[in-house]
């Protein structure tokens, strides 16, 4: 079901390139076109099948597009956004599937040209990898998709950019920018801080008998550093709440073990893993 003519992503790596994939297997545009600032990106997205073109020429890129998504690191999003939406066709649609979204939607909201109507976005799928080697036409199957609402997103906008993911995921859930970044703080942002800081919070010589716990708990220590302090400073309010959320836990159950109190610390135990049991195994 076509849903776009052209569509143009910007970045063309894991998330750019997966949804370049799953786009075309599921033929929700006419075209698909790829913008990545080198040109042998741009070739391996096309031999890969994320993009039925693939460019450099970014402002060429976008001016036929009705719809423009931009999967770049966050940092890249606004300045990327405002660069080419002078270039973007009248009533064309501008979206992104940045990590943080409080201060993009804010920046965009306030300075896009008035031809352009925008909605933020967050497909809740992904990895520790990165670039287009990685990228998986299935990446998002299963998966949510948040799309920000404001007083200032267009209707209409919103419709068709919600319309395009419906089919790529299980659900689409609308909500504030405000709310993605408290919730996406706790349930994201905050799991990589303890990986991160787990992973180098153990002795070398522990490594060698490293246990699959650890291997579980570190795996996303091994993502991009350019991607999560970039998330990190973009989301600082929430991602520091959440830290202390954290050690507010984190403090109850040390003074706990501290005081050798059996019977609390089992009961604290036991709260925290029927919240993992009742979220069930994938
Ligand atoms: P990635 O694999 O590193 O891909 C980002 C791509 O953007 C790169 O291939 C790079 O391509 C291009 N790029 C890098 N810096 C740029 C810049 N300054 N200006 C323009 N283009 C630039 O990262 P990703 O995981 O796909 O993440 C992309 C976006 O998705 C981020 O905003 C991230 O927050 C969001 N996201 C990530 C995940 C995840 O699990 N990884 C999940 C959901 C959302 P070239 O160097 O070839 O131009």
């Given at each position: 079901?076509?849903v776009?003519?052209?569509?143009?992503?910007?970045?063309?790596?894991?998330?750019?390139?997966s949804?370049?994939?799953?786009?075309?297997?599921?033929?929700?545009?006419?075209?698909?076109?790829?913008?990545?600032?080198?040109?042998?990106?741009?070739?391996?997205?096309k031999?890969?099948?994320?993009?039925?073109?693939?460019?450099?020429?970014?402002?060429?890129?976008?001016?036929?597009?009705?719809?423009?998504?931009?999967?770049?690191?966050?940092?890249?999003?606004?300045?990327?956004?405002?660069?080419?939406?002078?270039?973007?066709?009248?009533?064309?649609?501008?979206?992104?599937?940045?990590?943080?979204?409080?201060?993009?939607?804010?920046?965009?909201?306030?300075?896009?040209?008035?031809?352009?109507?925008?909605?933020?976005?967050?497909?809740?799928?992904?990895?520790?990898?990165q670039g287009?080697?990685?990228?998986?036409?299935?990446?998002?199957d299963?998966?949510?998709?948040?799309?920000?609402?404001?007083?200032?997103t267009?209707?209409?906008?919103?419709?068709?950019?919600?319309?395009?993911?419906?089919?790529?995921?299980?659900?689409?859930?609308?909500?504030s920018?405000?709310?993605?970044?408290?919730?996406?703080?706790?349930?994201?942002?905050?799991?990589?801080?303890?990986?991160?800081?787990?992973?180098?919070?153990v002795?070398?010589?522990?490594?060698?008998?490293?246990?699959?716990?650890?291997l579980?708990?570190?795996?996303?220590?091994?993502?991009?550093?350019?991607?999560?302090?970039?998330?990190?400073?973009?989301?600082?309010?929430?991602?520091?709440?959440?830290?202390a959320?954290?050690?507010?836990?984190?403090r109850a159950?040390?003074?706990?073990?501290?005081?050798?109190?059996?019977?609390?610390?089992?009961?604290?135990?036991?709260?925290?893993?029927?919240?993992?049991?009742?979220?069930?195994?994938?």
């Amino acid at each position: 079901m076509l849903v776009f003519d052209r569509i143009t992503i910007v970045g063309l790596g894991l998330i750019g390139g997966s949804l370049g994939m799953a786009l075309r297997r599921k033929r929700l545009a006419r075209e698909v076109v790829g913008v990545s600032r080198r040109a042998v990106t741009a070739r391996r997205a096309k031999t890969r099948g994320a993009v039925d073109l693939g460019m450099m020429d970014s402002k060429r890129a976008v001016r036929e597009a009705d719809l423009v998504i931009l999967a770049t690191p966050v940092e890249a999003i606004v300045p990327t956004a405002l660069r080419l939406a002078k270039t973007m066709r009248p009533g064309s649609i501008l979206t992104d599937v940045g990590s943080s979204k409080g201060a993009i939607v804010r920046a965009l909201e306030r300075r896009l040209p008035h031809h352009v109507a925008f909605v933020g976005g967050h497909p809740l799928a992904g990895s520790e990898q990165q670039g287009i080697e990685a990228a998986d036409a299935s990446l998002f199957d299963g998966s949510v998709c948040i799309l920000t609402k404001t007083a200032r997103t267009d209707p209409r906008a919103l419709a068709r950019v919600r319309q395009l993911w419906a089919p790529l995921v299980e659900r689409v859930v609308l909500m504030s920018p405000a709310r993605h970044d408290r919730l996406l703080a706790q349930m994201s942002h905050l799991p990589h801080v303890i990986a991160f800081c787990l992973a180098s919070a153990v002795e070398r010589e522990g490594l060698a008998v490293a246990p699959r716990s650890f291997l579980d708990m570190t795996r996303i220590a091994k993502s991009s550093p350019q991607l999560w302090d970039d998330i990190f400073l973009s989301n600082r309010d929430g991602v520091l709440a959440s830290m202390a959320r954290f050690e507010h836990r984190w403090r109850a159950l040390r003074k706990l073990i501290t005081q050798g109190r059996g019977s609390s610390l089992r009961r604290a135990l036991a709260r925290a893993g029927a919240v993992r049991h009742a979220l069930g195994d994938p």
